[in-house]
Structure formats: C-alpha cells, structure tokens
C-alpha cells in the first residue's frame, strides 16, 4: 500500500510532530506525533505507520474517516496484524497463541504464562527439537543415498537413532506436566452448591464481592448457573452458583439443569453449602470428589452453641456478617497455588500442543520400534515426526486451524 508521501517523511523511528490535514480540503484535524517504520524490522514485517492523536472519538473519527478516503487504505480486521505477522514469519504459531492469551489474560499467572508462550518458550524448543530430527534424518539419509560407498561410515544409523531416543525422552518429560498449563489458561472452576436456601447466591456475592448472582428469600429463584471470575492470589478462579439448579416440567429447563449439573460435576473443587443448624441433608452427590463443607448461617446459631469445628476442608461462615469468609477465601488461594504450582518449564498450554508432541513422540517411537536393517522405514517416521513439530509451529497444515486461532482475536492489533 502506498500513501501520498508528505513533503517531509519523518526520520525512520523517530516521532515527529506533524499537523494532519484533510485532503483536498485542507482543514487542519489535529497535530499529531507521526512514527515511519519501514520494514522489514515491524511487527508485521511490513511498512508501517503510526499516528498518535489526541484521544476524542470525533478527533479518532475524523482521521480515520480522512484515511478511508484515500485509495486502497480500510481497516485491519480482527487479528489482521498479526496474521500478517505470522504470514510473513515474524512470530510462529505458538507465539501467537501467546499473543492472544496475553490479550486475555486475567491474572498475573496467566499473563506471565501467556509472555512465556508470546516470547517463544514453546516455539524455540520445538524448533530446537526440528533441527535435531533434521539432522538425525539427515544421517539416515546419507546411508540409504551412498550404501555402496567405501567411504561412507557403516554406522550412521545407531547414532541417528541415539538423537530420536534422546528427543523423545525430552519430549516425554515435556508432556507429563499434569496439564498445568492448559489448566492455568482455563482457571480452577470451584462449584458452589447445596441445598436450596442454604445461602449460596449469597456467599457467592461475598466472594465475588459484587452483587453478581441474585439474592432472594424464597428457595430456587436462581435459574442458571452464575459464573463470577476471581482473581486469588494472581491465579484465576471461576466460580459457579447453582443455587436454581431444580427438576422441573420444561424442556428448555431441563436443558439448562442438565448443563448446569454437567458444569458442576466437571467442577476441580465443589463448596458444599448447609445451614449451619440443618446439618446432614446433604444427598451423597459428588461424594467422591474434592468437596469443602461450608455451613453457612453462623450468625444464627444461639451463643451458646459453640459451632463444632471438624478437621480440614470445613468452614463456619456467615454469608450475611461476612465471618469466616477471608478464611475461606485464604483457604480456595492457598488450594490455587497448590494447583496451578505454575512452573517456569511448563511448555505445553493448549491441547493443540499436546497433540502435536504426541503425534511426534508416537513417530519416534515407531522409528526407535522398526526392524534395524529398515532405513526407509525409519527416515519415513522421523519425517512425519519432524511434520508434527512443524505443525506445532504453523510451518505446515495450517489452514484449517487459523482462522479458528484469529478468530480468537477482538482486537483490530
Ligand atoms: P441459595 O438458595 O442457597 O442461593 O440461598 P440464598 O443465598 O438465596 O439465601 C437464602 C436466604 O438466606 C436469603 O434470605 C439470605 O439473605 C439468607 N442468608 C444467606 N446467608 C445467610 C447468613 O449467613 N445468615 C443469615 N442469617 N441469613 C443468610
């Protein structure tokens, strides 16, 4: 795209001061700092511009409107800077998962995580790996190509088959990380659930500290699930109110139930919420899963009945006065640290990831499993191995997975 070059192109990555005009009519629509970069060296690879504006909408309007009119200028589309960066191979796949985890991420751990990622933690050792595997090919080749040749060393194929044991170890090693990654991306989902009435909408807006779920004195008037996203400690945590969870006639809320359960039962942690005086009517559900008791109601309690207290994983709040409440929530940041334990190595945060390493690791064992003497057999399975790696990165077989990946972007950068 070329633009009508002004009198005075500012210097290459200097900001300059420079008055903007409409075209044509000359009216001035705002002074504005003008950045020229030249390519290749952009986030896209491409020529760029930059105008900072004052920040009014209209000012915003006006320039962009100005910039319409000129011949084969329009908009970015969703994701298309990057796009064009992946296109033109400033960043690889895996950097720009990075990138859109990054615009999303809600927490701390989540934003260290997606950097990782954006700055090519995954990309750099998958790309690491592809070398090796090219060179270990490499060596099988040599002796398929010049098998008659005196010169060429017997052996090429032991230590080529040395690298793909060494490669697949490591990325064994990469792929037993209890999911830690995808989950860190997702958040610990903590559902809160009981029976009706015994406070759960309300202890959800204590802990959202928000009036986010609906609040009322008669039983089951919440009729989804309410979903409050949390930040504890910098690790994300979803919570999920059931409170409307009930049968009912309808088929649309049968659905709704249906889903509501299914959500819930899929929770990591289920906060089980009685009134403290009503204890024990609980109906055995997620008996086997992680489950936290919390009786609620406390308030209630005559002074003298001193609440009793049972060993780990029970809590005595008040939804209403808020006692017991920054215990609970110590209590759900503490059981996030331990779950996430996010380490600087975890490589692999999205199951696209997983299934690119596994497809390479069952190549290399394929490889490391044929027959000794059957070199085309084994150059063929380190190829798909080194196919998968390339997949990982987005260098090949890409195009049914992109527009899902930039879909993912809102933004028009
Ligand atoms: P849910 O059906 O389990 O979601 O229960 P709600 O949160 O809607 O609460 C049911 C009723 O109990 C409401 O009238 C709340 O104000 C009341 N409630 C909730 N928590 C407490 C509490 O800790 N103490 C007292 N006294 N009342 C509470």
Known sequence: MRLPRPPTLPEPRRAALRRLRKPGTQDVLD?????????????????????????????????????????????????????????????????????????????EAQRAQAMRQYRGLLGERAESWRQRLIGALALIEARIDFSDEADVPEDLIGPALRAARELLEEIEQTLRDAHRGERLREGLVVAIAGPPNAGKSSLLNRLARREAAIVSPYAGTTRDVIEVHLDLGGYPVTLLDTAGVRESDDPVEQEGVRRAR????????????????????????????????????????????????????????????????????????????????????????????????????????RALAAPADQEELVAEELRLAARALGRLMGRVDVEDILDVIFRDFCIGK
């Open 31 to 107: 002074d504005a700092l003008v950045l020229w970069l030249p390519g290749p060296n952009t986030e896209t690879g491409e020529d760029m511009a930059e105008l900072h504006l004052h920040g009014g909408r209209a000012v915003v309007a006006a320039v962009l409107d100005a910039l319409g009119k000129l011949p084969g200028l329009r908009p970015a589309e969703a994701g298309e800077f990057t796009r064009r960066a992946f296109e033109n191979g400033r960043l690889d796949l895996t950097a720009v998962e990075g990138l859109a985890d990054l615009v999303f991420a809600e927490t």
């Open 262 to 365: 299914a959500r819930a039962e899929a929770a990591d942690l289920v906060l089980w919420v009685e009134e403290a005086g009503k204890v024990g009517v609980s109906d055995g559900r997620n008996e086997s899963k992680n489950r936290w008791i919390v009786h609620n109601k406390i308030d209630l309690l005559h002074p003298s009945t001193t609440p009793v207290v049972e060993s780990g994983g029970t809590f005595q709040i008040s939804a209403l006065t808020s006692k017991g409440v920054d215990g609970l929530v110590a209590a759900l940041a503490s059981y996030a640290a331990d779950y996430f334990q996010i380490g600087e190595s975890i490589l692999v945060t999205r199951q696209r990831h997983r299934k690119a390493l596994h497809e390479t690791a069952d190549a290399l064992n």
